[in-house]
């Protein structure tokens, strides 16, 4: 059974505050994602990767960048976290070999 | 890039009766259609996909059609029940791009018992 786990399902940091979110997958997949979701927008890629030490833009990266030292972990970093980016942010694994993509269960990050 | 509309953003329906979400998607490359959906306080999950040289697909109580020409494709629910209550969420992929997913905004389905 696939397991995505993301390192915290609430927190709340302050304005300026830099911000990390990790992901860690059990699978061995080779692909991994950052999105956030927010109502009425869906799922909107912030940074992916295909692979260790890799990273490619998404719809959007601004205010965020991302580190993928290993294989199974994915870290989503906010520099200077900003009121605009209180969201639900998912993490994502898929295999190259196949289209699914399996979801971690959400960090919900509210910025004060 | 890929664009994806998805509608409507709310749905509600008698227990029962049928539920039909539809997509529209932006660029014709695309060639990969899946639906994920997400209940409350979870994460989301495929529940069924289609490519892009199959026209329907059928799984129980969902199926998916898809339209190449017109660039949209539909979830059916037939028999809708209340566990059925969720987020669905349509994407689209274009086969360049690898596992990327565009998704579109959720559609919020309501069961009435």
């Known amino acids: 059974d696939v397991k995505v786990t993301q390192s915290s399902r609430y927190l709340v940091k302050r304005t300026g505050e830099k911000v990390f979110l990790e992901c860690v997958q059990d699978?061995?997949?080779?692909?991994m994602f950052w999105y956030r979701q927010d109502p009425g927008l869906g799922l909107r890629l912030i940074y992916f990767?295909?692979?260790?030490?890799?990273?490619e833009k998404g719809d959007i990266p601004e205010g965020y960048s991302v580190s993928r030292e290993k294989k199974e972990r994915f870290s989503l970093i906010l520099e200077s976290a900003s009121t605009n980016q209180t969201s639900m942010y998912l993490c994502?694994?898929?295999?190259?070999?196949?289209?699914?993509?399996?979801f971690g269960a959400g960090t919900r990050l509210s910025v004060l | 890039g890929e664009n994806v509309e998805q509608h409507p953003s709310t749905l509600s329906v008698q227990e029962g009766d049928s539920a039909v979400i539809k997509c529209t998607y932006s660029?014709?490359?695309?060639?990969?259609f899946p639906w994920y959906k997400q209940e409350l306080g979870k994460r989301p999950q495929l529940i069924i996909d289609?490519?892009?040289?199959?026209g329907e697909k059928k799984d129980q109580r969902i199926a998916v059609t898809l339209n190449k020409t017109a660039k949209h494709f539909s979830l059916h629910i037939t028999e809708t029940q209340p566990e059925d209550s969720a987020v669905y969420f349509c994407a689209a992929r274009i086969k360049a791009a690898g596992n990327k997913l565009t998704f579109g905004g959720g559609t919020r389905v309501l069961v009435k018992p």
């Open positions: 660029d014709s490359a695309s060639n990969y």
């Open positions: 699978m061995d997949h080779e692909n």
């Open positions: 289609i490519r892009s040289n199959v």
């Open positions: 990767s295909y692979d260790v030490k890799m990273k």
């Open positions: 994502a694994s898929s295999p190259t070999s196949k289209n699914i993509q399996y």
